[in-house]
């Protein structure tokens, strides 16, 4: 299973943009395609975007419509998530992951079964 870090998170103001990366261990990660979710203290964990890994095609829910894109740059090894546009129902833990076979439109349809391997994820809080 390839290993997953996530990275960017931290404190922004409402309105501010954070770039958070989701860094595969290995070459194999080309390979996989890459879905982004968060979850906050005491709610469901919401899939946010998906990236294919054959030719890059990008997925989003209606969660953050419009404030989120989804990116790869395979030779780094690196699924980057742009968010914009942050407020206060931004807050939680966001992560990445992937499987063996992954389809990106059931990640962005809240359908998380073919998810194996998790980052631990990265913090993202809103200033008041």
């Known amino acids: 299973q390839v290993q997953l870090v996530e990275s960017g998170g931290g404190l922004v103001q409402p309105g501010g943009s954070l770039r958070l990366s989701c860094t595969g261990a290995?070459?194999?990660?080309?390979?996989?395609?890459i879905g982004w979710f968060r979850q906050a203290p005491g709610k469901d964990r919401e899939g946010l975007a998906c990236i294919s890994s054959s030719d890059g095609r990008t997925y989003y829910s209606n969660s953050m419509k419009g404030r989120l894109i989804i990116s790869r740059d395979n030779s780094k090894n690196t699924v980057y998530l742009q968010m914009n546009g942050l407020q206060s129902e931004d807050p939680a833990m966001y992560s990445c992951a992937t499987g063996p076979v992954v389809t990106c439109s059931n990640v962005v349809g809240g359908i998380f079964h073919e998810m194996q391997s998790w980052g631990k994820g990265t913090l993202v809080t809103i200033s008041s």
């Open positions: 290995d070459s194999t990660f080309r390979f996989y395609a």
